[in-house]
């Protein structure tokens, strides 16, 4: 399950649809999920126990560790999970550090 902050949650079609524009798709999902489950192509994982560290994080360490460019606060970004509880979670948190 998806979110996004104009909708509550996505369709997989609306994804595909989504990622050809240039958003960014934060999976918050574990790492050991990812292992088991699988990547969804084009998303970069950062567990949501990392994430307001990661969207606070200098742009050049950001780069760095997740090996995708810091998105602005006004740039488009989804997140994603397995069930939806923690992609909403993860909405709340950037929506309180300022991602519009």
């Known amino acids: 399950s998806l979110c996004t902050s104009g909708a509550p949650s996505l369709s997989y079609q609306e994804l595909?649809?989504?990622?050809?524009?240039?958003?960014l798709h934060i999976d918050v999902r574990e790492r050991w999920e990812i292992d088991r489950?699988?990547?969804?192509?084009?998303?970069?994982?950062?567990?949501?126990?990392e994430l307001v560290e990661a969207l606070q994080m200098d742009p050049t360490e950001f780069k760095e560790q997740y090996n995708q460019k810091m998105p602005a606060k006004s740039d488009p970004v989804v997140f994603s999970c397995l069930a939806g509880t923690r992609s909403k979670q993860a909405l709340g948190f950037a929506m309180s550090l300022g991602f519009s």
């Open 16 to 23: 595909k649809d989504l990622k050809k524009t240039d958003v």
């Open 37 to 49: 489950f699988g990547k969804i192509p084009a998303s970069i994982n950062i567990p949501l126990g």
